[in-house]
T-cell receptor
Framework: TQLLEQSPQFLSIQEGENLTVYCNSS?????LQWYRQEPGEGPVLLVT?????EVKKLKRLTFQFGDARKDSSLHITAAQPGDTGLYLC???????????FGQGTELSVKP | KAGVTQTPRYLIKTRGQQVTLSCSPI?????VSWYQQTPGQGLQFLFE???????NKGNFPGRFSGRQFSNSRSEMNVSTLELGDSALYLC????????????FGPGTRLLVL
């Protein structure tokens, strides 16, 4: 069974601080996606990483896929209150079309 | 392009009833997946449809079923509702290539009383 462990579960920081969210597994994924979800809404895709060792940047967000394609991280620089939300990592399982989700990281950025 | 749409957005049912949820994928997307999201279990995969065929199924009882139409629109049905079926049901669509990148709709919030 493929599992994704995401940490930390909760993060409360001040505006301007940096943070990193981790997503780890013992399984290899063909790709890994990061989403951000607001209460009562569906997850919004932030990025898809496909190649081991890949690094993608989206403004103040930096995403990295591990060399072995088993883990990933999301780093936010100078967090802002607008970054508040639930961050989810999801790995594409062996059978395409099925995503395995981590439990999510609830981020709160205080002004 | 319009995003994934789901109807209805909110639904209240009682135990034992059945419910049908609808999903319209992004234009041109042929794969539709369904997920259940609860505070305790997070997001769990229900099933995936492609070209009107179910290709993958998660570990949910047979009360959960779905189908896809020729225009790629999809429906999921839950029969004999239980209290534990209360959840946010999310539909996601993806293009044929790359297949794993999925775009989610806003979800249907189901409350079973």
């Amino acid at each position: 069974t493929q599992l994704l462990e995401q940490s930390p579960q909760f993060l409360s920081i001040q505006e301007g601080e940096n943070l990193t969210v981790y997503c780890n597994s013992s399984s290899v994924f063909s790709s890994l996606q990061w989403y951000r979800q607001e209460p009562g809404e569906g997850p919004v895709l932030l990025v898809t990483v496909v190649t081991g060792g890949e690094v993608k940047k989206l403004k103040r967000l930096t995403f990295q896929f591990g060399d072995a394609r088993k883990d990933s991280s999301l780093h936010i620089t100078a967090a802002q209150p607008g970054d508040t939300g639930l961050y989810l990592c999801a790995g594409a399982a062996n059978q395409g079309g099925k995503l395995i989700f981590g439990q999510g990281t609830e981020l709160s950025v205080k002004p | 392009k319009a995003g994934v749409t789901q109807t209805p957005r909110y639904l209240i049912k009682t135990r034992g009833q059945q419910v049908t949820l609808s999903c319209s994928p992004i234009s041109g997307h042929r794969s539709v997946s369904w997920y259940q999201q609860t505070p305790g279990q997070g997001l769990q995969f229900l099933f995936e449809y492609f070209s009107e065929t179910q290709r993958n199924k998660g570990n949910f009882p047979g009360r959960f079923s779905g189908r896809q139409f020729s225009n790629s629109r999809s429906e999921m049905n839950v029969s004999t509702l239980e209290l534990g079926d209360s959840a946010l049901y999310l539909c996601a669509s993806s293009p044929v290539v790359p297949r794993e990148t999925q775009y989610f709709g806003p979800g249907t919030r189901l409350l079973v009383l």
